[in-house]
């Protein structure tokens, strides 16, 4: 052996003996350098979270054990690198004793455990009956339904008529909101509190919660309840939020929807002074006037704020076909003064399918689908009433004995199967000046409609209805959701305003004479169906107004497998 071969030798086994060390280094050399711990979550907009943090000395995936005494579930992050971790854990019910068996794992499968459990208790919900929903439970048949936390927008009100409000009642009314996190069983396992009133909630694709205030400011948040973004209409009375990413818009309002390319859909309201406009929506003789009127426009926002695409309703529709509650209080308490509401639009959905947009337009009892690209109007879901002879063509030809059209509709999406589903409010069911009249509340019991519409035979049909009596309906005048939902296609709706054992005497805000809805208390319902049986719900909650003092309302909902970030399961 020359020299240069046992040169070659030993260098060939130090090269084995270090790969070697380092193969077998990082077995043993897992550890934490700051040990797991849990706490109460610092944002206490969100208390029933808490905050996992420790670091490792290399990258590794997390496992937590996690017990409350009654349930046990295990939580799972995937693998980080190296570096201080702090990952969110929610789920957890109040008032309870929690214990976390933290445990880490590097590539190389060595698992290494926290010394001991770590121990927390979860806050008690807040005992001010004006300050937290009270809930009521009336069934929970967990085997029937669809598994996952929902995600409930509770806000309350003062009663009375809004334009009547006196400044501390209107603070009462839109300084405050909870985002509810209830499981199978109707408990709240996450809540998050607001200052400003909500409407719409739904997840973003990253998995964060995306939800709409009063401010019309829609917001992005983490499950710790921390702001992510926010954007704000730059063009408002108003002025934004801090922190607004400003939209060039007059208003944004009701429920933005995330698009697939990650832009947002949004309803913007803007006035426009109309010549020789109604004064009226009782009399079609009544002496004419300019006024301010509002009409929405469907836009499409970048995460930056810029619009790049707009649809405008005084473009496609005729201002002067108009519906009940033109004349009502609803844009001039929200910085508008004198204007109308002439639209109303208050839902608009991206249909992936065929490139599309389906909007509500409440005031006009219609729902419309417009082709995104070139944006003409593909169909309309709305009776033969009052509409300009071209826009008869668009309508789509009721098909079967149970058919029934919507009225003063909120927040149409398309279903799992493509159907569109919707809540029908069913107010009024009649358009000014065409000899109809409104029908009165013991006529107006609101449901949740799935339509089958064949947009070639432009027909539409009604595949489920909930009864629009009995215990499983009430005059849900505003609001209201309905999601058919993914795994089990049952039917998950929100009836936003009941009134048990109190009567609704008009629908017109304008009449002092007799008793309005908003002059009520009112007790809002939560219930989700089976698709095959609209006539028992396998899951009923209750929002009850504490003393009947106020009105409770829940605007809308959204069901998610988990709000945990990372694979949890029970």
């Not at 432009?458 to 959701?481: L, Q, Y």
């Amino acid at each position: 052996m020359t020299r240069f071969t046992r040169i070659q030798r030993l260098a060939g086994l130090a090269a084995m003996a270090c790969a070697a060390l380092l193969s077998a280094w990082p077995a043993h050399a897992l550890q934490f350098i700051a040990a797991p711990q849990v706490v109460r979550n610092p944002n206490d907009r969100a208390p029933l979270a808490a905050v996992l943090s420790f670091q490792a000395d290399m990258p590794v995936s997390t496992q937590v054990d996690i017990s409350d005494g009654q349930r046990n579930w295990t939580v799972r992050f995937p693998s980080a690198a190296a570096g201080p971790l702090r990952y969110p854990l929610v789920g957890m019910k109040p008032g309870l004793n929690h214990t976390f068996k933290v445990s880490v794992t590097n590539a190389n499968g060595r698992k290494l455990e926290a010394p001991a459990p770590l121990t927390l208790r979860t806050p008690d919900l807040p005992a001010n009956v004006m300050e937290f929903p009270q809930l009521k439970v009336h069934r929970a048949d967990v085997a029937q339904m669809e598994p996952g936390i929902t995600l409930v927008t509770v806000r309350r009100r003062a009663l009375g008529r809004s334009e009547l409000m006196t400044p501390v009642q209107r603070q009462f009314t839109v300084g405050w909101s909870i985002i509810l996190g209830l499981n199978e069983a109707g408990e709240v396992v996450w809540y998050y509190r607001s200052d400003s009133r909500i409407a719409g909630v739904a997840t973003l694709a990253n998995g964060n919660i995306f939800f709409h205030t009063a401010q019309f400011s829609p917001v992005e948040i983490d499950v710790l309840g921390n702001e992510v973004r926010r954007w704000g209409a730059a063009k408002s009375p108003r002025p934004m939020p801090p922190g607004s990413i400003p939209v060039d818009a007059v208003t944004l309002h009701h429920q933005p929807e995330e698009l697939p390319n990650g832009n947002f859909l949004s309803m913007e309201a803007f006035p426009r002074t109309i010549e020789n406009y109604y004064t009226s929506e009782h009399d079609n003789n009544a002496p004419r006037a300019a006024q301010i009127v509002m009409g929405d426009q469907i836009i499409e926002f970048t995460p930056k704020g810029e619009v790049v695409w707009r649809w405008n309703t005084f473009d496609y529709l005729d201002p002067f076909k108009i519906g009940f509650d033109t004349f009502w209080s609803y844009w001039p308490i929200r910085g508008f003064p004198k204007a109308l509401d002439w639209t109303h639009g208050n839902g608009v959905h991206y249909d992936k399918r065929d490139d599309s947009i389906i909007a509500s337009m409440r005031n006009l009892d219609a729902v419309i689908k417009i082709d995104r690209k070139t944006k003409d109007i593909k169909w309309i879901l709305s009776r033969d009433v009052g509409w300009s002879p071209e826009l008869r063509k668009k309508l789509l030809k009721p098909v079967g004995a149970n058919f029934q059209f919507p009225s003063h509709q909120h927040n149409p999406r398309v279903t799992p199967d493509g159907n569109v589903v919707l809540f029908n409010n069913n107010v009024h069911q009649a358009i000014p000046f065409t000899g109809e009249t409104s029908k009165p509340a013991s006529e107006s019991f609101s449901n949740a409609i799935v339509y089958d519409i064949d947009d070639k035979a432009m027909t539409a049909r009604v595949a489920f209805a909930t009864p629009m009596n009995g215990d499983v309906s009430c005059n849900s005048f505003a609001m209201g959701d309905a999601h058919v939902l993914p795994r089990t296609r049952n039917v998950l709706v929100a009836f936003s305003l009941c009134y048990p054992g109190l009567k609704i005497e008009t629908w017109d805000q304008q009449d002092r004479t007799k008793v309005y809805a908003d002059d009520l208390p009112s007790s809002p319902r939560i219930r989700e169906f089976r698709i095959d049986n609209p006539t028992q719900p396998v899951w009923d909650v209750e929002v009850t107004p504490p003393y009947h003092l106020v009105q409770m309302e829940v605007f809308g909902l959204h069901r998610v497998p988990t709000l945990q970030p990372g694979a949890a399961t029970r």
